[in-house]
């Protein structure tokens, strides 16, 4: 058995035949992996030890080569209505926030893909920090894993739901994404349900996207603006893939998934939230299968814009709905806690 002289490799987020791959390269058998395998993942054994039908000698060489470390859970805030966010901290010393969200019979949690991301979507607070790296699927599945070990702990019902909503671009990290996929959709772990995975993404329309249909889960895209005109001063992307190139994305995803795709769209107030932008944005979606979610959008001090008031999203959200759009109207949800996606981490970083 060869020795490594490394740090051991998290294994969280291997898929099955990746962790044979690992374990074979590392001198170990095919059946030592598949023997591991449930364990991380049903069992959430933290330590090779306990895994009992796995050979004493076996059990002890593991930890020179694998690790089953949780990250650090450097800040955790909670909100009145349930609402929790925690700052998690990777053995580099990079952190990443995720958030749970309780809401009547589901438990959902938004999960990051990046530390910081490339975009820089105007309104964005992930998007004015700097990019540092994308995650390993491990750190991805870390995260997940924290929020199913706390829900345990505290004696809490499952989380059912996961969105990719939080820092980054997950189809600018696909490879890993996918990775974490593989491991949730599995029938071996957590035999998650696809209709309870969502993707967002702010409209990165190459390869990834196709072949995130093959996974057939739910998608997302981060509108924000009935034409290229606003689309273009709010997310820079735009100028890569346009509306049109959205549209057709959309279309596609599903021909392919029979999925209705969500269109997110955040309020800004003055910018994107009049009602002619209403009517042009139930124009832009006439005969597509699509869902629309109004986003109030949560304000950070050093960015500029403003939400939208209660009154006009109803209104917005009213008009499209006239026009036969199916409209939803995201809640405002811990509110105390910096909820917007990459706050908790910029007040860190600037500590
Ligand atoms: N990068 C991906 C996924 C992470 S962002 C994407 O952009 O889709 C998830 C969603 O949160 C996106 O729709 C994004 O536009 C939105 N968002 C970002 N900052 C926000 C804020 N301050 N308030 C409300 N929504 C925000
Ligand atoms: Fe990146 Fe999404 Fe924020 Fe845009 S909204 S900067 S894509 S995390």
């Known amino acids: 058995m060869e020795q490594t002289k490394q740090q051991p490799q998290s294994i969280l987020g291997l898929p099955l035949n990746e962790l044979i791959h690992e374990f074979l390269k590392a001198g170990f058998s095919k059946l030592d992996a598949k023997r591991v395998f449930p364990w991380i993942h049903t069992k959430l054994t933290m330590s090779f030890d306990e895994m009992s039908d796995v050979p004493k000698q076996v059990r002890t060489n593991l930890p020179k080569f694998f690790s089953l470390d949780r990250p ?124 309870k995975i969502t993707i967002s993404t702010s409209g990165i329309i190459t390869e990834a996207i196709t072949d995130l249909a093959k996974f057939g889960v739910k998608l997302a895209i981060s509108l924000h603006a009935p034409n290229d005109k606003i689309r273009n001063e709010l997310m820079p992307i735009n100028k890569a893939y346009n509306i049109e190139t959205l549209i057709n994305a959309i279309k596609e995803y599903y021909s392919k998934t029979n999925r209705r795709v969500t269109i997110e769209y955040v309020m800004l107030k003055d910018v994107n939230d009049s009602l002619d932008d209403a009517k042009k944005l139930a124009d832009l979606l006439k005969g597509l299968n699509v869902y629309v979610n109004l986003i109030p959008y949560n304000e950070t001090n050093h960015i500029e814009f403003k939400k939208t008031d209660k009154n006009k999203i109803l209104k917005f959200g009213a008009y499209l709905q006239e026009k036969n759009i199916t409209v939803t109207i995201r809640k405002e949800f811990g509110s105390s806690i910096d909820a917007a996606c990459g706050q908790l981490r910029s007040k860190e970083v600037e500590r």
């Open 72 to 195: 650090v859970c450097k800040i955790l805030q909670e909100s009145s209505d349930g609402t929790a966010k925690a700052l998690l901290e990777f053995s580099d010393g990079n952190c990443v926030e995720t958030v749970f969200i309780p809401d009547e019979r589901r438990n959902t949690i938004c999960i990051s893909s990046q530390v910081g991301c490339l975009i820089g979507c105007k309104f964005c607070n992930t998007g004015t920090q700097q990019f540092r790296r994308n995650l390993t699927s491990s750190e991805i599945m870390a995260q997940i894993i924290y929020w199913i070990e706390r829900q345990k702990h505290l004696g809490k019902s499952p989380i059912t739901n996961i969105v990719f909503m939080g820092m980054g671009e997950p189809l600018l990290n696909s490879k890993n994404l996918f990775a974490t996929l593989e491991i949730l959709l599995s029938k071996k772990t957590y035999d998650f349900s696809r209709n």
